[in-house]
């Protein structure tokens, strides 16, 4: 099984390029949901997606956009990168159900110079 | 808003030793609780959780966390720390209602654990 998967996993931007981080879950889960990782932060979320066609702010959504057309893929855009966003971003899902279990991927290493 | 601390940075124990991590939550309810642990340049990895019922929750590679509410606090613990557990561990917590639910999690800053021989 698949489970989530992100690519690009390593990616160096210049400052004001854009790019898309592809995420994709193969289990059907109506959740999904972007974080970003920065040392001495923990993991912080970005946008969220309840799902197709519905998604909403996490804590730290300024600089990133999402969509979300189908129950398998929701993609992050940085429209203009900024060093800023030098990060490591985990996409995960989960399916309905509080106690269920929250599927991580592993993760997209992005340097913004 | 819920948050959570974790409130020492670096750890570092001699294999064999044993370990405890804190971490404390505020939240208006008890939420759902949560441990990961993170190897360097790897994702997550989902050691126990803590939804409700017996307060002390077992976990994967030996591992425990207590949900004290009184102390708002969820600790991990591990009686006999191996070298393979040097990583990065992350305390979260979701609400019940709502978060939780959509894979919204508030994550602590992270404790990393270093093992010595």
């Known amino acids: 099984n698949a489970g989530v998967t992100q690519t690009p996993k390593f990616q160096v931007l210049k400052t004001g390029q854009s790019m898309t981080l592809q995420c994709a879950q193969d289990?059907?889960?109506?959740?999904m949901s972007w974080y970003r990782q920065d040392p001495g932060m923990g993991l912080r979320l970005i946008h969220y997606s309840v799902g197709a066609g519905i998604t909403d702010q996490g804590e730290v959504p300024n600089g990133y956009n999402v969509s979300r057309s189908t129950t398998e893929d929701f993609p992050l855009r940085l429209l203009s990168a900024a060093p800023s966003q030098t990060s490591v971003y985990f996409c995960?899902?989960?399916?309905?159900?509080?106690?269920?279990?929250?599927?991580f991927g592993e993760g997209s290493w992005l340097t913004v110079v | 808003a819920q948050s959570v601390t974790q409130p020492d940075i670096h750890i570092t124990v001699s294999e064999g030793a044993s370990l405890e991590l804190r971490c404390n939550y505020s939240?208006?309810?008890?939420?759902?609780l949560f441990w990961y642990v993170q190897s360097p340049g790897q994702g997550l990895q989902l050691l126990l959780k803590y939804f409700s019922g017996d307060t002390l929750v077992q976990g994967i590679k030996g591992f425990e966390a207590e949900f004290k509410r009184s102390q708002s606090s969820f600790n991990l613990r591990k009686p006999s720390v191996h070298w393979s557990d040097a990583a990065e561990y992350f305390c979260a917590v979701g609400a019940r209602a709502g978060g939780t639910s959509y894979g919204k999690l508030t994550f602590g800053q992270g404790t990393i654990l270093t093992v010595h021989p």
């Open positions: 289990m059907n889960h109506e959740y």
């Open positions: 939240y208006g309810a008890t939420p759902y």
């Open positions: 995960a899902s989960k399916t309905q159900g509080g106690r269920n279990t929250i599927y």
